[in-house]
């Protein structure tokens, strides 16, 4: 393996960086490249081309997936910023006291619990109730496993309801 690395490491790297244009994506590029043809060393196939050719493939090819990856990430990200900015900013209700009454209600008792929650699961409630995001458009945009939205979520809904429970003059469950 330290053969290997020594071997073509800088030549995956180059690859890697061109492609994703970011120096730790290109070393995990290097990291991803190196391990996959060491445990698929039999794959290789003297009559299709060179080793050199045969990495440099594979690199290729795993730089494009890290970059994809991670453009739909930003994408989902920028995304969900604009749903939340599109949701605190949007028209107010038809009746200008009903838009008071829920700013109010809003300011007054849960914004507070929201604010005195813990802030993963504080994201994940604003993204799945302001940001309209479902639950796995949050795993996506998070970058976390669909079943840890669901426990953050379900874990914050509860923690607001018992702070909306205790909240005075009846801002209850």
């Known amino acids: 393996m330290a053969e290997l690395y020594d ?101 007054v008792t849960v914004a507070p619990a929201l604010a005195a929650m813990p802030v993963e699961q504080r994201r994940a409630i604003e993204l799945a109730y302001f940001g309209g995001m479902t639950q796995s458009e949050i795993s996506r945009a998070l970058d976390v496993p669909l079943g840890t939205v669901k426990t953050r979520l379900r874990t914050g809904l509860l923690g607001l309801r018992a702070a909306l429970g205790a909240a005075p003059e009846g801002g209850g469950s």
Do not use: N
């Open 7 to 107: 071997r073509f490491a800088s030549r995956v790297y180059s690859v890697g960086l061109a492609i994703t244009r970011d120096p730790r994506d290109a070393e995990e590029v290097v990291s991803d490249t190196l391990l996959h043809v060491w445990e698929s060393a039999g794959e290789f196939d003297r009559r299709r081309g060179t080793l050199s050719a045969w990495i440099v493939s594979i690199a290729r090819s795993r730089s494009l997936d890290r970059h994809r990856k991670r453009v739909r990430r930003e994408t989902l990200q920028a995304g969900e910023t604009d749903r939340i900015a599109a949701f605190t900013t949007s028209e107010p209700p038809a009746s200008p006291d009903a838009a008071t009454g829920i700013r109010t209600e809003f300011g």
